[in-house]
């Protein structure tokens, strides 16, 4: 069974940083995209950064030049450095992969969802 745990969300004051981390475990072949999304109250969820296993990245406007999305292939990670965080981004954020696995012997590409962190912004 493929889960993904994320770790690292907390409560911070405006202009700290946070460092948010995806470990995906289980039968895995290989990792496509990875990603993080998230959503505030009353918000619907949103793309914040992805990387490719090949190392291309993507940003929401809002968080470019203060958000770094990396990843480690070697033990499945992928982590999001968050730095200059203001009061907006509050949100519960989410790890997201498209991975390939086996699943009672069947090769499966599924899209994976973490269990969401916090990250609270105080002003």
């Known amino acids: 069974q493929v889960q993904l745990v994320e770790s690292g969300g907390g409560l911070v004051q405006d202009g700290g940083s946070l460092r948010l981390s995806c470990a995906a475990s289980?039968?895995?072949?290989?990792?496509?995209?990875m990603g993080w999304y998230r959503q505030a109250p009353r918000k619907q969820r949103e793309l914040v950064a992805t990387?490719?296993?090949?190392?291309?990245?993507n940003y929401a406007d809002s968080v470019k030049g203060r958000f770094t999305i990396s990843r480690d292939n070697a033990k499945n990670t992928v982590y999001l450095q968050m730095n200059v965080l203001k009061p907006e981004d509050t949100a519960v954020y989410y790890c997201n992969a498209d991975i390939r696995s086996l699943r009672s012997g069947i090769l499966r590409r599924d899209n994976y969802w973490g269990q969401g962190t916090q990250v609270t912004v105080s002003s």
């Open positions: 289980g039968t895995i072949l290989s990792i496509n995209a």
């Open positions: 990387t490719t296993s090949g190392g291309s990245t």
